[in-house]
T-cell receptor
């Protein structure tokens, strides 16, 4: 069966360090992989999209990698800040005529001052 | 409107009653998604609309759940004969076109079945 796996344990890091979150998937051939941020009581907010033919994407302090051989994406936040504390979700969309967007369960990031 | 709007923001209903949840997507967005998020859990896909048709409704948990979309705009998610396990936040998202482009989420409807 298709699975999207993100570490269910919260990631605790100190301010200024780089946070690295992992998204692994099985039985998917995604055309796109996306990362979202969700704060408590709010809907997810889009951060970055990376296509299957892209290895890496950057946006300000964020970097995403996509390895279709390993079936894995890594999400990095450099120079992390307490305001980066949130749950981060990865989402996959297949390459088909329509695009159901399926989410992983998310990983909570806690950045301590 | 400026973003995806969902109403009501909170709904408390008695077990066995029917409820309707509404989603107003961003104007011009052809794709619309409904998700369910139980407390402390991830997003559970329910249904996807492209225009007014639903090419993927595989996530609807039972025949008590149905959804429609009219005018390539407003969507309504209906839950009949609500059960306590239906208690969750129901999130709607819209996207400019198909093909895995970014989704814009509403603030959700928190449904509590008592």
């Amino acid at each position: 069966s298709q699975k999207i796996e993100q570490n269910s344990e919260a990631l605790n890091i100190q301010e200024g360090k780089t946070a690295t979150l992992t998204c692994n998937y099985t039985n998917y051939s995604p055309a796109y992989l996306q990362w979202y941020r969700q704060d408590p009581g709010r809907g997810p907010v889009f951060l970055l999209l990376i296509r299957e033919n892209e290895k890496e994407k950057r946006k300000e302090r964020l970097k995403v990698t996509f390895d279709t051989t390993l079936k894995q994406s890594l999400f990095h936040i450099t120079a992390s800040q307490p305001a980066d504390s949130a749950t981060y979700l990865c989402a996959l969309a297949p390459d088909s005529g329509y695009s159901t967007l399926t989410f992983g369960k998310g990983t909570m990031l806690l950045v301590s001052p | 409107g400026a973003g995806v709007s969902q109403s009501p923001s909170n709904k408390v209903t008695e077990k066995g009653k029917d409820v309707e949840l509404r989603c107003d997507p961003i104007s011009g967005h052809t794709a619309l998604y409904w998700y369910r998020q139980r407390l402390g859990q991830g997003l559970e896909f329910l249904i996807y609309f492209q225009g007014n048709s639903a090419p993927d409704k595989s996530g609807l948990p039972s025949d008590r759940f149905s959804a429609e979309r009219t005018g390539e705009s407003v969507s309504t998610l209906t839950i009949q004969r609500t059960q306590q396990e239906d208690s969750a936040v129901y999130l709607c998202a819209s996207s400019p076109r198909r093909g895995g482009t970014e989704a814009f989420f509403g603030q959700g409807t928190r449904l509590t079945v008592v």
